[in-house]
């Protein structure tokens, strides 16, 4: 099973907003809406931010916001801040593991 | 309120075999629809899935790490335990014990992590 794919890094200034794109296949992405995000400080254990495509568990800011279309889902961050700053990973239900999740390959998000 | 720890070895050398134990509180085990799992990753690298248990005793492994991992539970103790034989350097990374319920796809809850690595 393949690593979904993210772009290694995507940047903005505080206050913007930014996207970050998660690209599968009809086998996952595409097929199922079980695509969540995970959020990563240095040394620390990732944080669920996003589950099933666009929901937000409790305490998550309103700030991030996930969609999807086709085989590539995205998550978006408005009013960028320092404190986003972070590795974000999605990941995807897939039929092609007995695990039936896959990650992302990962991308660095810096707030300029 | 939901915990989990990984405790093990901090450094193993080649060919040995790591056994990692997940302690785990604010949950059980033996309700319907709970998994606890294991996941790892090297440094500056992605997250991998290596295995998950779940209260009705089902298993998952990852297909290229199979062979290698066995994981079981204890449900009175409210523990989980990884084993991985032939360790290889490769393998030197973190280690998180997580919480999942199946049919969510999601993990929900994660233990603070464990480093470990792999050399002589």
């Known amino acids: 099973q393949s690593a979904l794919t993210q772009p290694a890094s995507v940047s903005g200034s505080p206050g913007q907003s930014i996207t970050i794109s998660c690209t599968g296949t009809r086998s996952d992405v595409g097929g199922y809406n079980y695509v969540s995000w995970y959020q990563q400080h240095p040394g620390k254990a990732p944080k669920l931010m996003i589950y099933?495509?666009?929901n937000r568990p409790s305490g998550v800011s309103n700030r991030f916001s996930g969609s999807k279309s086709g085989n590539t889902a995205s998550l978006t961050i408005s009013g960028l801040q320092a404190e986003d700053e972070a590795d974000y990973y999605c990941?995807?239900?897939?039929?092609?593991?007995?695990?039936?999740?896959?990650f992302g390959t990962g991308t660095k998000v810096t707030v300029l | 309120q939901i915990t989990l720890k990984e405790s093990g070895p901090t450094l193993v050398k080649p060919t040995q075999t790591l056994t990692l134990t997940c302690t785990f509180s604010?949950?059980?085990?033996?309700?319907?629809?709970?998994?606890v799992g294991w996941i790892r990753q090297p440094p500056g690298k992605a997250l991998e899935w290596l295995a998950l248990i779940y209260w009705d005793d089902d298993m998952d492994y990852s297909p290229s790490l199979k062979s290698r991992l066995t994981i079981t539970k204890d449900t009175s103790k409210n523990q989980v335990v990884l084993t991985m034989t032939n360790m290889d350097p490769v393998d030197t990374g973190t280690y998180y014990c997580?919480?999942?319920?199946?049919?969510?796809?999601?993990?929900?809850?994660w233990g603070q992590g464990t480093l470990v690595t792999v050399s002589s």
């Open positions: 997580v919480h999942r319920r199946k049919y969510d796809y999601h993990v929900d809850y």
């Open positions: 099933e495509v666009s």
């Open positions: 604010g949950f059980s085990l033996s309700t319907s629809g709970v998994g």
């Open positions: 990941s995807s239900y897939t039929i092609s593991s007995t695990l039936e999740t896959v």
